[in-house]
């Protein structure tokens, strides 16, 4: 299970709808966490690395994730992050 990367383009992130997505705060912290649901979010401030079975992934500000169903990781927010989110 893979988490995708990605720098989006303005029109990409209107097509999406990312404006009306929820809003998530969160201050520096590890945590475990679960995918029961694919998961869509773009990084509006902050930083992140993410530890998956298969390798780490980091991200930060401006960044479109991508999360499959069924992952179990491990969050590790490395500065204050804020995203914008979509469960679909």
Same mark, same amino acid.
């Given at each position: 299970?893979?988490?995708?990367?990605?720098?989006? =383009?303005?029109?990409? &992130?209107?097509?999406?709808?990312?404006? #009306?997505?929820?809003?998530? *705060?969160? @201050?520096?912290?590890?945590? $475990?966490?679960?995918?029961?649901?694919?998961? =869509?979010?773009?990084? &509006?401030?902050?930083?992140?690395?993410? #530890?998956?079975?298969?390798? *780490?992934? @980091?991200?930060?500000?401006? $960044?479109?994730?991508?999360?499959?169903?069924?992952?179990?990781?491990?969050?590790?927010?490395?500065?204050?992050?804020?995203?914008?989110?979509?469960?679909?």
């Amino acid at each position: 299970m893979k988490v995708s990367v990605e720098k989006p =383009t303005s029109e990409k &992130l209107k097509a999406l709808g990312v404006d #009306k997505w929820g809003t998530w *705060e969160c @201050e520096p912290s590890t945590f $475990d966490w679960s995918y029961d649901s694919p998961e =869509t979010c773009y990084i &509006l401030e902050g930083k992140v690395k993410v #530890k998956t079975p298969s390798g *780490e992934v @980091e991200f930060g500000k401006g $960044d479109l994730v991508r999360f499959p169903e069924g992952l179990n990781c491990t969050w590790t927010v490395i500065q204050k992050v804020r995203k914008k989110y979509s469960f679909k």
